[in-house]
């Protein structure tokens, strides 16, 4: 039970291994892109790929129907990563050895939707995976395994997603094998990740140069980080933080013909990657050689 290409790998390896995959759930086909065309979700593409049989239910917290159809599987266990759909107790307790979460974070930090993002965002030394024994709360289940992962100052989204993806398929299989002792999860120390929408990119200039660098490397691609020059929405990529003070008000541009470098709370922050709405990405200095942002501008004050 899986939707997005963080869960790809796993079900790959399961196929792989000779585990017997009764069925594939995952999110139900929708319309994606600028062409709106409707999209299969990257684990629908996989398993269509291996011949496996895929459910796509919209729907299953209170679908006594759906709730049927999956006891009926006779399932040893599920193995679900990144669903994007609650389970009601019907389903989670339908398998005989329960539902095992692959999840994105070493648990109990970061529980919830976006613990990928959310790592980077806090400045946390490391992140990780844990194969989760599924309970009805929000990741609070059990723990069967973990493995970390080292982060740095340079770690980004796309990175930690496909080290963790990684680190998923190779611990589900432990857990299918060893079938570890479950141990419960301390309460201290638990934190959320909510999931983000549009505004968690909004750039504020009044936070300091490393937690808006933290922010750009975490949100990057999605939903992505802005702000607002001149009236349009300039998506910023990528960025090198600068700690040293400087005067000028946040958002300010100090240079903006041979780099774009823009006062923060604390610091700077010199912009190296960027793309203006509807154009490709260009790196700073090529945009600037077409489009010069004068110095004294100030980035987000238009409302964008």
Known sequence: MGSPEFSVPALRALYKAGHEIAAVYCQPPRPAGRGQAVRRCPVHEAADALGLTVRTP?????????????AALNLDVAVVAAYGLILPAAMLNAPRRGCLNIHASLLPRWRGAAPIQAAILAGDAESGVTIMQMDEGLDTGPMLLR???????????????????????RLILRALAEEPHPMPQ???????????GREDGRLDWTQPATALDR??????PWPGTFTGLDGALLKILAATPDPTPTTAAPGTVLTGSTGLRV??????LTITQLQLAGRAPQHADAYLRGRPIPPHTILGATGV
Do not use: C, M
């Open 147 to 169: 493995e970390a992962v080292a982060l740095d100052a340079t770690t980004t989204a796309p990175w930690l997603h496909d080290a963790l993806s990684a680190i998923g398929e």
């Open 215 to 220: 922010r750009i490397r975490a949100l990057n």
């Open 186 to 196: 301390p309460e201290q120390g638990a934190t959320y990740a909510a999931k983000l």
């Open 263 to 268: 006062a923060t709370g604390a610091g700077s």
């Open 58 to 70: 919209a729907r299953v917290r209170k679908d006594t129907a759906e709730h049927e159809a999956f």
